[in-house]
């Protein structure tokens, strides 16, 4: 069975510093990855996918993501944060025709 | 253009009340629906998932039922709520799993 891990359950950084948020999954078959943003009572947003090839995506808003296969793992970046930047968000993982498995969620807090 | 409509925005129910959230989807055929539930501080739950019109699957048994009357309505129901079913719950549809999962904007639910 397939499984997320957000290490990080909150992370709290300042404004233009530069923020990673940790994704970690467990599958024995190959994998499409997604992050997702919420912001406050709002639905989610794909910020940007890993389906196949090169392992670094980029998404919109100034994000990315590495895909780690070795260390099954998708990590989301941005070399500096916005205050816009606060919101959860969410690692999913999906094998090819399953139903989605979402991660627990990291909560983003861009302090000025 | 593909949209999801979701609503009520926000719901106050009493104990002990009947439930019906709606979620319909525009611009597409045969779409997967989802039901997820966040509840206050926690990642999401699927409820609920739908890969044909009649055709329901419940992955968390509770006193919530769903429902597709039609190939883009999706209704999630309640005879009796509890105090543990208050939340955020969200609606999602998609086609192709590579593309990952639209979400609609989310419907609050308070019981009272």
Known sequence: AQS????????????????????????SVSVYLFWYVQYPNQGLQLLLKYLSGSTLVKGINGFEAEFNKSQTSFHLRKPS??????AEYFC?????????????????SVLP | S??????????VQPVGSPLSLECTVEGTSNPNLYWYRQAAG???????????????????????????PQDRQFI??????????????????????????????GTRLTVV
């Open chain 2, 2 to 11: 593909q949209t999801i409509h979701q609503w009520p925005a926000t719901l």
């Open chain 1, 4 to 27: 997320v891990t957000q290490l990080d359950s909150q992370v709290p950084v300042f404004e233009e510093a530069p923020v990673e948020l940790r994704c970690n999954y467990s599958s």
């Open chain 2, 76 to 105: 999630l129901s309640s005879k009796k709520l509890l105090l543990s079913d208050s939340g955020f719950y969200l609606c999602a549809w998609s086609v192709r799993q590579r593309n990952g999962y639209t979400f609609g904007s």
């Open chain 1, 92 to 108: 999913a993982v999906n094998n090819y025709g399953q139903n989605f498995v979402f991660g627990p969620g990291t909560r983003l």
């Open chain 1, 81 to 86: 944060v916005h205050i816009s930047d606060t």
């Open chain 2, 42 to 68: 926690r990642g999401l739950q699927l409820l609920f998932y739908s890969v044909g019109i009649g055709q329901i699957s419940s992955e968390v048994p509770q006193n919530l039922s769903a429902s597709r």
